[in-house]
């Protein structure tokens, strides 16, 4: 395994690399073999589940190092729970975390919506809580994958690099999955778990074929950079610094049809300074052929100013900021639809799929990584409850205690990316909390671990009856699961109407 000096940057503590000793209490062997495709923050947490479980874990990363890229995410308490299971991962965990940072909303052209507020304050918590607990928190995504990665070494978990993989396969008869790598190797498991993105090869198994999604009319740009280079600029310090020169602060620039969320970021000890950034707008697909889905298609800082002249009014500290920009380092990503997946494991249940690899999110629904998250423990738990000789018991009950809460979650980003978008600013000024993000107590309130440990017995009883007595509990109350697409969404914002939300969504 490569060692983690390959990532730009380390957890302050260093525990990481220090720590020898194995903290966790894990399962005795279950026999089971495990492949997983992709070493993202979902392949990491399946792998470091599945090994507390008790099944033999392997990972194979088409990366040549254990490095991670990227700017920031959301990660829902119902994703966090997992780490007190793991008390130097939680240590190095908490060392990153922004716990209860503030954010301040402002119109595009620079003009403040009301004051910083503790993030706990505008999701309506009241009193002091524990830092640990509160609903939603956002991460440095390399710090995040850093100490995910280092809980991976202290297991002594395999990780293959430099494995690009072509096609995934399941022969039945033999009860294996599959996979074939660019050099025409074959490597088999009793599952196989692509982690491996939203263009993964295991659509061709699950689903037949490639998803190239529906252009929205929407691009987001995305950049993450060294605080200090941003900082040199005295008008973007002025504006974009740290809260009171030293706490983290989120900034949301709200206009018409465009929203920009950055993060002006250090750890608890004042290191690893990042400026996260990123900028979603109206932008149809046609007018930049060039756009795709992929972290190396970078853009220069002009060719962004540039877009949002479409906007205009902009503010100058925004333009300012822009231009602290390093150059290569502003992703251009085309936001496309894409329908909930009908399916997300092979008919022998061979091969699974999970985080974007099952399901895509708007970057607006924050949830994302929670889910992916979510779907790496409930795998684990279920493999557990199933044992060697049902697998694919393990892997269908999996995906019925998922589906309607994966979609329900998706449906929520098309709510609250409206609220960004399309609220009345003229309303806003006066009550900032019309363009909070929804972030409801089924949500986060949830324990996946819990929820599969509690369920698993009636819901894989109830696979293959007529219209499945089971009903799940993780979505929000009152509310009847329907299937939905992005035809009919689209339909909606052409009669001029919003996503509307039926039964107990708070």
Request: glycine share 10%; hydrophobic share 35%.
């Amino acid at each position: 395994m490569n060692n983690t000096q390959s990532f730009t940057q380390s957890v302050a503590t260093d525990t990481g690399t220090n720590a020898t000793h194995n903290d966790v209490e894990c399962a005795p062997p279950s026999g089971i073999n495990v492949l997983i495709v992709g070493a993202g923050v979902g392949g990491l947490v399946a792998a470091l589940e599945c090994h507390r479980k008790g099944h033999h874990v392997r990972i194979f990363e088409r990366s040549l190092s254990a490095s991670a890229g990227g700017d920031m995410f959301t990660v829902g308490l119902s994703a966090r729970r997992f780490v007190d299971h793991y008390p130097t991962l939680k240590q190095e965990y908490d060392d990153i975390s922004l716990h209860d940072a503030h954010m301040q909303y402002r119109k595009w052209t620079g003009e403040p919506i009301g004051e910083a507020w503790p993030f706990s304050k505008m999701m309506g918590i009241s009193g002091t809580i524990d830092p640990h607990k509160l609903p939603m928190v956002s991460q440095i995504r390399p710090l995040f994958h850093a100490v995910l990665h280092y809980q991976v070494q202290r297991f002594g978990i395999e990780i293959a690099y430099g494995k690009r993989i072509l096609e995934y396969y399941e022969d039945t008869t033999r009860g294996v999955g599959g996979v074939v790598d660019d050099r025409g190797e074959r490597i088999e498991a009793d599952l196989v778990i692509a982690a491996d993105g939203l263009h993964s090869h295991s659509r061709d198994v699950v689903l037949g074929g490639q998803d190239q999604g529906t252009p929205s009319g929407k691009i987001i740009f995305r950049a993450a950079w060294p605080l200090d280079t941003a900082m040199a600029d005295p008008l973007v310090k002025e504006y974009f610094g740290l809260k009171d020169g030293k706490h983290p602060l989120m900034q949301g620039w709200l206009g018409p049809e465009i929203h920009t969320m950055l993060l002006s970021y250090v750890d608890k000890q004042g290191k690893n300074g990042r400026m996260c950034w990123g900028l979603n707008l109206n932008m149809p697909l046609d007018e930049d052929t060039n756009a795709k889905e992929s972290w190396h298609h970078t853009v220069t800082s002009e060719y962004v100013l540039n877009a949002i002249e479409r906007v205009p009014g902009f503010g100058e500290p925004m333009k300012a900021l822009i231009r602290t920009m390093p150059e290569d380092s502003i992703v251009e990503w085309p936001l496309l639809w894409r329908n909930p997946n009908p399916c997300t494991y092979s008919e022998g249940c061979r091969v699974l799929q999970i985080g974007d690899a099952a399901h895509s999110f708007l970057p607006a629904s924050g949830n994302g990584a929670t889910q992916a998250i979510e779907d790496a423990i409930t795998i684990a738990a279920c493999l557990q409850h199933a044992g060697m000789d049902d697998i694919p018991t393990a892997v269908k009950t999996h995906a019925l205690l998922r589906g309607d809460r994966v979609s329900c979650a998706q449906f929520l980003g098309f709510y609250n990316a409206e609220r960004f978008q399309k609220s009345d600013m003229k309303a806003v000024v006066t009550d900032p909390t019309k363009v909070n993000a929804k972030v409801p107590k089924w949500i986060w309130m949830s324990d996946p671990e819990i929820y599969a440990n509690e369920n698993y017995k009636e819901a894989a009883a109830s696979l293959g009856t007529e219209g499945s007595g089971f009903k799940n509990t993780n979505i929000p109350t009152g509310y009847v699961p329907e299937k939905w697409s992005i035809e009919s969404i689209e339909e909606l914002h052409k009669q001029g109407k919003l996503v509307e939300l039926s039964g107990d969504w708070l």
